[in-house]
């Protein structure tokens, strides 16, 4: 054995070292784990050199391991349902089944092409309007989706020129009610008006509060801007917020805080409280998809399957430990979101 | 028992994949269930943000949706699947740096390209971690390399060493050339052997050590 091949194994080559860093890690193939141990007369000096690569990369096994969702093939799932135009995947063998069934051997054939024709008939109702519904649905909820990034860029401007910032207006009173100004008692606060700060403020059009699949709602007129200080009618607002009861700053939110979505179910069209018994758990704003947008704190728009997509999964629409509500709830800590209009 | 979770445990990935396009929907969803979980640490690792990382895993499943017809049958499933999962993670850390102009350091070399610095961490006497420092401390010191590492880097440092793919898929995944996947890696442990170390003696001098 000669010095120089000694001296040259001490210290490998770059080349030398990215297929030792491969061997060690077991990212090459057979073929080359052969060469490479071939090329080592010394095998020690190779597996000597194995564990201090993997004694360097040791620390990355601290890098905390990124955990899913409970629920996160429902929410995939719900995705690709909504993105692919169909709610639910087909089982093509049901109508077959049923289709056989129903059909005889008579000779009739007026009947026959009667039937025919309501079959036809039948069939462009099943897969034209359900179809149409469908893609309806799905341009609704995605035109949803984007106002909601558009209001989360008015958050975000509006946050760089106020150092920070959240649009805060004002907290509920101590014991009042965050219902829209008219609606509530005396200590009523609209949660709203925070909102109403972007529109005022040239950060967002009014119409991005404008969610398409709510037919009775509409945006408040450029006109009328200057002149309130939330939106004029409970119609001009098709969105939830996170209820906050002290001024607060973008950078005192988890990542996916949800700071808005779409409309809270516990509330009918006109903002008022529906009877207990009768809240679905979603909102009702995408009632055929069965979900809804939100927007999180780092300002991505998803969309979600079930109201449990707040910290640690905590129902977005609702307040931890609260069954009964006459809003004048608030959320029990900050990581409980709870969005009202 | 769940007879779909039974099936989908005997089939591989690109017999279920090929069960979809027949027609069965219920191999999607295992396809779903058996890669989501894995793919979302990986994403999430890379582009650092656990909450957009759901959105790109979403994206990804749906594209694997509507593009499945396209797929390659003579390749695996699960490098195709990370493939469009890395383009997507790509195209979220290039619209947040369109968003916001991040300082992002870039260590030594500059850019994040190819013509990396090889550093010889090898020839050093590499210290094993400091047993005796905090792993809390230790582990965000971990989280601000990685997190500061090129995005090249750590896109393949994430693919090697957390989701353990040979060399020839990660080229595959990331539609480089071989030689690249290997440069790369080195950069990426060099990296990240340096910047480790320098926040580690910065941390012994903070506390007097």
């Known amino acids: 054995m000669t010095n120089q091949q000694n001296s040259s194994q001490d210290v490998p080559d770059a080349q030398r070292q990215s297929e030792l860093i491969g061997y060690a890690l077991g990212l090459t193939d057979a073929d080359e784990n052969r060469r490479i141990e071939a090329s080592f007369t010394d095998s020690a ?18 890098d905390p391991e990124p955990i899913a969702p409970r629920d996160f093939t429902a929410r995939i799932m719900a995705r690709v349902e909504r993105a692919s135009g169909v709610l639910k995947f087909p089982n093509a063998a049901e109508p077959l089944e049923a289709a056989e069934a129903g059909t005889g051997g008579g000779p009739l054939m007026p009947m026959r092409e009667l039937i025919g024709l309501a079959a036809a008939i039948l069939l462009f109702v099943g897969i034209l309007v359900p179809g149409y519904r469908t893609a309806r649905n799905a341009a609704q909820q995605a035109m949803c989706a984007n106002n909601l990034r558009t209001i989360g860029g008015g958050i975000a401007g509006y946050t760089e020129a106020n150092s920070a910032s959240m649009p805060f207006a004002g907290a509920v009173p101590v014991g009042g009610s965050w219902m829209p100004a008219g609606q509530g008692d005396a200590g009523s ?46 119609r001009n607002n098709s969105y939830s917020a996170n209820l906050v009861t002290a001024p607060w700053r973008k950078t005192e939110f988890e990542p996916d805080m949800p700071l808005v979505a779409d409309m809270n179910p516990m509330l009918d069209d006109d903002r008022r409280l529906i009877g207990e018994g009768q809240i679905p758990e979603n909102s009702r704003s995408h009632g055929g998809l069965n979900g809804q947008n939100v927007l999180r704190a ?44 | 028992m769940n007879r779909r ?30 890669h989501s979980e894995d793919l979302f640490r990986f994403v999430s690792r890379f582009i650092r943000n656990s909450a957009a990382a759901e959105d790109v895993v979403q994206e990804t499943f749906v594209q694997v949706f509507q593009s499945a017809a396209g797929f390659d049958a ?50 050093d006497d590499e210290a094993a971690p400091d047993s005796a420092l905090e792993a809390e401390e230790t582990r965000r010191r971990v989280g601000e390399v990685v997190a500061r590492m090129p995005d090249n880097l750590r896109e393949v440092l994430m693919l090697g060493y957390f989701q353990r793919f040979a060399y020839k898929e990660i080229a595959d995944i990331l539609s480089i050339p071989l030689g690249t996947v290997k440069s790369r890696l080195h950069a990426a442990v060099s990296h990240f052997a340096q910047q480790y170390r320098k926040l580690e003696e910065s941390g012994s001098r903070g506390r007097g050590d």
């Open chain 1, 45 to 62: 000096r190779l597996n000597e050199i194995c564990a201090r690569i993997r004694r360097t990369l040791a620390p990355l096994d601290l």
């Open chain 1, 189 to 234: 606060f609209s949660n709203s008006r925070n909102l109403f700060l972007l529109v005022r403020g040239r950060y967002v059009s009014p119409q991005a509060f404008i969610d398409p699949a709510r037919a009775g709602d509409f945006a408040v007129h450029a006109s009328d801007l200057d002149r309130f200080d939330d939106f004029p009618s409970a």
């Open chain 1, 298 to 341: 780092d300002m991505s728009a998803i969309w979600s399957a079930t109201p449990r997509v707040g910290v640690d999964n905590d129902d977005i629409y609702r307040v931890i430990g609260v069954e009964r509500y006459t809003g004048r709830e608030v959320p029990s800590m900050r990581s409980d979101a709870f969005l009202v209009p």
């Open chain 2, 5 to 34: 979770g039974d099936r989908g445990s005997a089939a591989s990935d690109e017999s279920l994949l090929a069960d979809f396009l027949s027609g069965d929907h219920g191999s999607f969803e295992i396809l779903v269930e058996r």
């Open chain 2, 74 to 123: 003579s390749r695996r499933f699960r490098p195709w699947l990370f493939t469009i999962a890395a383009n997507k993670a790509r195209d979220f850390l290039r619209s947040r740096l369109r968003k916001r102009e991040l300082p992002l350091s870039q260590g030594a070399g500059g850019d994040a390209s190819d013509a990396v610095s090889y550093l010889d961490f090898l020839s």
